[in-house]
């Protein structure tokens, strides 16, 4: 039979779904090894194959981004594209005409994907078909199969629909699903998406406790190597003293595309050492010998496209003071002295116990105090403790230590000689003042005799003259 003879054969049509941006492979099903099939798009030749040495490419669109199985006939189409949506049919001289109406989807993601910590990403949804576009139902799932339920910004319908979650936190970060369904035609298709969210593991407002002269590690945990953050970023470390409004910079960091970290020290009013683990991410201070002036807010702050986040670790730390120094003589009063950094929140407190001691030998701060107070008489090792929410965070000991006895000797007799030596002292005072009144006294009365003597001298002299 000649090939203008054969006679017309019922197409059969079927309904295929593609995402954009990914490849779709179109079946032409029941085709043999060497049956020659063309394939075109609108009625406009994408692939042909005739045999292995005769085969070609026609004028559609996608053409170049098309690929011909040379066994099974299918045709791939990468990159898709929604403009690529439409009819494909597949047209073999010995077979019905295969039509499949491709169905393409686009979903894009605001900021292409990348967010810092409470930023609201916006979804964009739209569809192409060259039937009728159906109302679509969207559902979201997130990185734990979790259901989100995004809010609706605008419906385009039924073409387009944008779509805004939640505000993300670090954890959110990785794969989510948004399933697409429609009753008629009936589509159920999935798109899987990326979200990344640079930031810390850390809280944003960490309190880290310390004793003077103890050693203590700063740590901030960037969140760049697990989620594979492919972006370059920076940030510095500021530090800010308790009780002052000047910033000090620690350091600064920049973070390349590659993963790779660089940290510049800067000068600063104390000495610490800086690590920096690029495997892991983290980066730390450490702070050697701590004294009371090292207190006050470390602030870690990471700067990406001109949007930035922070991370806080406030450092407290506590000390202890005794008022006389030294060992307590016999008789004697010491007070000793706890004290932290900055004041305490509600829901803790500074107190002093002795060790195997009473409960008189227990004194607790007042609220929001900074410091407390207590007045011992007795030997004995002391403890002061800071307790948070009846968890002991840190604690630091004073040992008080009875002088020998020829020590307390010596202080009495000093402590006498001293009487003594203020009463001599006083009483000489006293003589002294007593001795200056008399001469004071005589020196007046003489003088008041010489003034008589002169008045009357003037007066018999007077006598005389007349």
């Not at 954009?20 to 009625?43: D, F, M, R, S």
Request: glycine share 6%; with cysteine.
């Amino acid at each position: 039979m000649k090939r203008g003879l054969i006679p017309i054969m019922a197409q059969k049509e079927e309904l295929q779904t593609g995402i954009a941006g990914q490849k779709v492979i179109l079946n032409c099903k029941g085709i043999t090894h060497e049956a020659p099939v063309t394939w075109k798009y609108n009625a406009i030749v994408v692939r042909w194959f005739r045999s292995s040495h005769m085969k070609g490419k026609g004028k559609a669109p996608m053409t170049d981004r098309s690929e011909m199985d040379q066994n099974n006939k299918s045709l791939m189409v990468s990159d898709l594209r929604l403009s690529d949506a439409g009819s494909y049919s597949c047209e073999c001289e010995s077979r019905p005409v295969v039509t499949i109406s491709l169905h393409v989807f686009e979903l894009t993601i605001s900021l292409n994907g990348h967010f810092l910590p409470n930023e609201a990403p916006e979804l964009s949804i739209t569809q192409n078909s060259s039937d009728s576009q159906p109302d679509l139902s969207i559902r979201l799932f997130n990185n734990h199969n979790n259901t989100e339920t995004p809010e609706i910004l605008r419906k385009e319908a039924p073409r387009k629909y944008i779509l805004k979650l939640k505000k993300l936190q670090p954890k959110d970060s990785g794969t989510w699903r948004c399933h697409i369904h429609s009753d008629s035609p009936l589509i159920n298709q999935n798109i899987v998406f990326d979200l990344k969210v640079l930031g810390f593991q850390n809280p944003a407002l960490e309190r880290k406790y310390s004793t003077v002269d103890s050693t203590v590690n700063l740590s901030w945990h960037l969140n760049f190597q697990e989620i594979k953050w492919k972006e370059g970023f920076t940030g510095q470390l500021n530090w800010k003293p308790q009780g002052n409004t000047t910033s000090y910079m620690l350091f600064d960091f920049n973070v390349t595309a590659w993963g790779k970290q660089h940290v510049t020290k800067k000068s600063s009013p104390f000495l610490f050492e800086e690590n920096t683990t690029g495997s892991s991410g983290v980066l730390e201070v450490k702070l050697k010998k701590v004294q009371f002036k090292h207190s006050g807010q470390y602030q870690i702050q990471l700067v990406y496209n001109r949007r930035y986040i922070q991370s806080k670790i406030e450092l407290l730390v506590m000390k202890v003071l005794a008022n006389p120094v030294g060992p307590l003589a016999r008789g004697a009063e010491m007070t000793l002295l706890c004290q932290v950094s900055s004041p305490l929140p509600p829901n803790a407190h500074l107190c002093w116990e002795r060790v195997n001691g009473t409960q008189m030998d227990f004194k607790k701060s007042k609220q929001n105090e900074a410091k407390v107070e207590v007045t011992v008489s007795t030997a004995g090792l002391w403890n002061c403790h800071l307790i948070e929410d009846n968890n002991r965070k840190i604690s630091l000991n004073y040992t008080v230590e009875e002088a020998p006895v020829w020590i307390s000797y010596v202080v009495i007799g000093a402590s006498t000689g001293a009487s003594v030596l203020v009463f001599g002292i006083a009483c000489l005072c006293i003589i002294a003042g007593m001795s200056w009144q008399r001469r004071r006294q005589r020196a007046k009365r003489m003088a008041l005799a010489r003034q008589h003597w002169l008045e009357n001298r003037t007066c018999q002299c007077q006598h005389r003259l007349n």
